[in-house]
């Protein structure tokens, strides 16, 4: 089944450590994002990818990178997490504006 | 400043009977929207969609209905069932291209059997 995957469904790092998620999909979209979730609310969009065109949040914090080898592949870097960056990190991929295809997230801690 | 507002953290509804969700927006521009469907420990899952130049759209026992005018949309689920229980999250966009998605906080939906 076409799909979003992302790994690992947890992770825990060290305040400070720097950390990677990763993304991959298998529906061939040429749009990846990557949203924060924090508890009760709004998924917020963090940046995203229009083939191989990045395209920052003006408010995302520069702790935060992504990359994008290729089509399938796109990763979330956090170069040193804080307490505050502990959430729930959602991929989703799009072909066109009409919907967007989730993973099912990863939650991260910081100790 | 929230641009997606859904006021409602929660609503329970007995099975059967209609569920409704709100969803508010106050950027004029947003001209498609999209309602999505979360489980615990799942990625939101796409539901039903609708674009400004419509009023309502049907997909089965989900309908979704815009009123621009009042920057307003809401989402009706009939009959509700117990596997609708999940929090629903509408998002909006504008025509700008850039294929971004403004979501709203999220109604958790408890549905009673």
Redesign the interface.
Known sequence: DAM?I?NPRYQVTQFGKPVTLSCSQTLNHN?MYW?QQKS??????LF?Y?DKDF?NEADTPDNFQSRRPNTSFCFLDIRSPGLGDAAMY?C?T?R??????????TRLLVL | D?Q?KQNS?SLSVQEGRISILNCDYTNSMFD?F?W?KKYP??????LI?ISSIKDKNEDGRFTVFLNKSAKHLSLHIVPSQPGDSAVY?CAA?DGSG?????????TRLKVLA
Do not use: C, D, M
């Not at chain 1, 009760?40 to 969009?45: E, G, I, R, V």
């Not at chain 2, 294929?99 to 999220?106: P, S, W």
């Open positions: 979003v992302q749009v949203y009760s609310q709004a998924p917020k969009l995203h229009y395209n959602l989703a799009s066109s504006r009409v919907t967007q295809y989730f993973g099912p997230g | 929230q997606v953290p498609y999209l999505y420990a799942e990625g939101p899952t796409f969609s999250f966009s850039t294929y971004k998605y403004i979501f709203g906080t999220g």
